[in-house]
């Protein structure tokens, strides 16, 4: 999930990618209304966060932009308390806001419940719960299991394991999988991937009977049932 934070506070900016990115998502960050914009109508983003008070152009300024081609669900931060610019927010299209200063575990919730409704929407036949075998993904609990038994995973395995797990029998490359996971592009003599892949596979292949993500020589991974 790619999240687009339009804030220009860098403190809180840092906080919030650092946060956002250990819960499992993809943060770009841009600190001016005009940046901002520019990134939000570029469309690849399931969910904008956006700051009222911006330099360039202001957020309410943004997203009434924005909404005139694009219906990707907003979250409003707002400095003041203030009905009329809640008020104002909703009428321009937000999708919730969140009155500063606020929790970290508030902004989690929202951001969750946000991308939820919207992808429920969009994608009403994907499952909630992903599965090869014996291996299970809760996708709405972010838990996994092999064979009845619980395994932890870090957000990055949980994003790697859902990947092949919604493409099961499909071979991935090294970069495909670096950009659909880690949102960006790494240098062919970059191990990123495999290291990942090597924890990945001993949490929830080396310990039970039938390996599931098998190495594909020369193009890269795919996880399947062999027989
Ligand atoms: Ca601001």
Redesign the pocket.
Known sequence: MKILLI???VKLSEYLRKGLGEAGYNVNVVHNGVDGLHMALEGSHDLVIL????PGIDGFTLLTALRKTRQTPVLMLT?RVSVEDRVRGLQTGADDYLVKPFAFSELCARVQVLLRRTHGARDAGEPTVLGLADLELDLIRRKASRAGQHIELTAKEFLLLALFLRRKGEVLSRTEIAEQVWDMNFDSDTNVVEVAIRRLRTKMDVNFDKPLLHTVRGMGYVMEERS
Do not use: V
């Not at 700051?51 to 911006?54: E, K, V």
């Open positions: 804030e220009d506070e700051d009222g008070m911006l400095a």
